[in-house]
């Protein structure tokens, strides 16, 4: 048995899961705080839950995979600083795996529908994320994305939504505006299923992941955008 943490507080609030990466069987024990605020704490309280449920050891614990992003800046760094608080609570030596929940989401529901799809996930009014899947890619990405440019590394936003399944993580009127999108091509998801689908996912990946291929140095954060005290520093720098 290869015990993995699974944690993610990229979307929103804290979701964390356990699972046994040498297990065959879709098991494992999960669990979401879907608040917006509250997630440093609830982590410590979801951890506790899940080790008494499981009726095990904090100590047995073989790996952590956490979303590094892109996602909500803050929710990045408190995901990221818990993991390396467990890291140096835990007497054997840790794995790690960086995992991006987004991407992740909709590598699962491609795994299941095997169809096209372009998840939109807000980050500010004029910026957020987009996660991409087609039958040519390997692999979900994901890219920061501005209503001014609507361009991605794989062509326009617009682009990406022919012919795909258009899932929306959250209102984001600006981007819908550019696209006006009808109705029948879009789906709003509730925080639930998109949480679902990115815990999920990042379990499906977990157990796919060879050993070998584990980090044994914990992840860095993978931003995309600086936070919003940040860019509006560099504006007073701009203008004065």
Avoid at 54 to 71: F, M, Q, R, T, W
Avoid at 184 to 198: I, R
Wanted: net charge negative.
């Amino acid at each position: 048995m290869r015990l993995c943490l699974f944690v993610d507080t990229c979307i929103h609030g804290a979701n964390i899961a356990i699972a046994d990466l040498e297990s065959s069987q879709d098991d494992f024990w999960m669990k979401s705080h879907g608040e917006k605020y509250g997630s440093a704490t609830s982590l410590s309280q979801l951890w506790q839950e899940g080790l008494k449920e499981l009726d095990i050891k904090y100590n047995e614990l073989d790996a952590i995979a956490v979303s590094v992003g892109p996602g909500s800046f803050t929710g990045i760094k408190i995901g990221l600083s818990w993991c390396y608080g467990v890291e140096a609570a835990n007497a054997a030596k840790i794995k790690w795996l960086s995992l991006s929940s987004i991407e992740e989401a909709v590598n699962f529901w491609y795994l299941k529908q095997a169809q096209t799809y372009t998840l939109f996930l807000p980050s500010t009014k004029t910026h957020g994320y987009i996660a991409y899947k087609n039958s040519d890619m390997e692999q979900a990405q994901s890219c920061l994305v501005d209503t001014g440019s609507m361009q991605t590394p794989w062509g326009s936003v617009a682009a990406l939504c022919e012919g795909a399944e258009v899932l929306w993580g959250a209102d984001w009127p600006q981007m819908q505006a550019q696209l006006s999108l009808a109705t029948e091509q879009k789906k709003s998801l509730l925080s639930k299923e998109l949480l679902d689908a990115a815990m999920r996912g990042m379990i499906h990946k977990g157990k796919r992941t060879p050993e070998e291929q584990l980090m044994s140095e914990a992840p860095q954060a993978k931003y995309l955008r600086k936070s919003t005290a940040e860019e509006n520093l560099a504006k007073k720098k701009g203008t004065s």
